[in-house]
Nanobody, 115 residues
Framework: QLRLVESGGGSVQPGGSLRLSCEAS????????MRWYRQAPGKERELVAN???????MYASAVKGRFTISRDNDKSLVSLQMNSLKPEDTATYYC?????????WGQGIQVTVAS
């Protein structure tokens, strides 16, 4: 069964850094694109970053230059390094992939950026 488990969230002051990780299991991780989404209270879930099976990356304009998505196929791990965090980055962050037309989500992890 496909499973995604996020870790690494928490609280940080503006300008700080956090690193999120998502451990995947139950599928051939190296063959799939992986994504990070986030959802702030009262807002729709939005795509933050995508990394293809080839390693090609894409970022939302709001995080470009501050966030870095990476993958370790040997460990079935996708990470999101978040630097220069802003209060508007506060949200629940979700790991995501699509397999055979079905969306899979992790349980979500909270990131809070506040003084």
């Amino acid at each position: 069964q496909l499973r995604l488990v996020e870790s690494g969230g928490g609280s940080v002051q503006p300008g700080g850094s956090l690193r999120l990780s998502c451990e995947a299991s139950g599928f051939i991780f190296s063959a799939y694109a992986m994504r990070w989404y986030r959802q702030a209270p009262g807002k729709e879930r939005e795509l933050v970053a995508n990394i293809g099976a080839s390693g090609a990356t894409m970022y939302a304009s709001a995080v470009k230059g501050r966030f870095t998505i990476s993958r370790d196929n040997d460990k079935s791990l996708v990470s999101l390094q978040m630097n220069s965090l802003k209060p508007e980055d506060t949200a629940t962050y979700y790991c995501n992939t699509i397999s055979q037309g079905v969306l899979y989500w992790g349980q979500g992890i909270q990131v809070t950026v506040a003084s």
